[in-house]
């Protein structure tokens, strides 16, 4: 079976432009500016059947499906999109209603995706780089059970929008003992959350929000300030103090350009450190950097302390 797309306005809604992710009512103030924004379309599956006495088979479409929606987003978005994916790393996600409307620059909305009973999937946090210059989002991608093309009409008003600008470069990593003051980079990494799919007999669908799988971390770190990760590694690994007793807590944290206020924060349970090494790959400021490899049995997105 193939996929076919049945609405081509959604392909156009989402050509280049600005957009804003708006949740629940028309008329909620609490809504996010986006860079960008991709999926949502509505597509089906070309059934073929072969009857007797011919030649080639028959098709038809098999009941309407809908594309997850993608989204990136700031550290510091709004209070209920924030909120929203915060729940869909723990243990009740909410699935939320809500649409993706494309703007002009005078913030007229000019289309409007609308999607119910939405769960967020996937949560990607881009490469944290202290070296780096590139603003920072999160890419967040959310599976609706049903989408709905609405007419434009209204505009949005900036009042409500909380924007705050955030830089890859602007993190802090604390592990319990650990020195972190000299941590360089942290791998991009990804949060997803498994969802069930059930389709009635009618075509309705259903979704339901199973396990949440959390990934591993990858650290580079200067080798002048190695020294307790080298001690965690050999008594953990090396000597097998491993148990849940040896593991450690952390927390990453989203600053501001000043560096001091945290936007927001990835609190990290229960880490165990699998490998550590040199990285003679990596020498560009002449000194390899140590790369620690750790797992993390859950992580919680927060708001800031002092945000």
């Not at 960008?36 to 028959?58: K, M, T």
């Not at 349970?269 to 950097?289: E, F, K, Q, V």
């Amino acid at each position: 079976m193939t996929g076919i797309l049945l609405d081509a306005k959604l392909f156009r809604a989402f050509s280049a432009g600005h957009f804003a992710l708006r949740l629940d009512s028309n008329n909620a103030s609490d809504f996010t500016m986006l860079a960008d924004a991709d999926g949502g379309r509505i597509f089906a599956d070309v059934v073929s059947v072969f009857e007797g006495g011919l030649h080639f088979p028959r098709k038809h479409l098999g009941f309407p499906k809908y594309e997850a929606f993608e989204v990136p987003i700031g550290v510091a978005a709004s209070t209920g999109l924030f909120n929203w994916v915060a729940a869909s790393w723990g243990a009740s996600p909410d699935a939320r209603d809500g649409a993706v409307l494309k703007v002009d620059a005078n913030f007229n909305i000019k289309s409007e995706v609308g999607f119910s009973g939405a769960l967020v999937v996937e949560t990607e946090i881009p490469a944290l780089d202290a070296a780096s210059k590139e603003a920072g989002n999160l890419t967040v991608r959310f599976q609706p059970e049903f989408i709905d093309v609405k007419p434009a009409a209204g505009k949005l008003s900036l009042i409500q929008a909380k924007q705050k600008l955030w830089r890859t470069s602007n993190f802090r990593l604390q592990i319990d003992s650990l020195d972190c003051k000299k941590v360089s980079r942290i791998e991009a990494f990804t949060v997803k959350r498994n969802v069930a799919t059930l389709v009635s007999g009618s075509g309705e669908v259903t979704l339901t929000p199973e396990t949440v799988e959390f990934p591993d971390l990858k650290v580079s770190l200067s080798p002048t300030s190695a020294a307790t990760w080298f001690d965690w590694h050999e008594s953990f690994v090396v000597n097998g103090n491993n148990g849940d007793s040896f593991e450690r807590n952390g927390t990453i944290s989203f600053l501001s350009n000043d560096f001091k206020t945290e936007l927001s924060r990835i609190e990290l349970h229960n880490l165990g450190i699998i490998s550590l090494a040199s990285n003679p790959g990596d020498a560009s400021s002449g000194i390899p950097p140590v790369v620690a490899d750790l797992y993390c049995e859950e992580m919680v997105l927060a708001p800031g302390l002092n945000s």
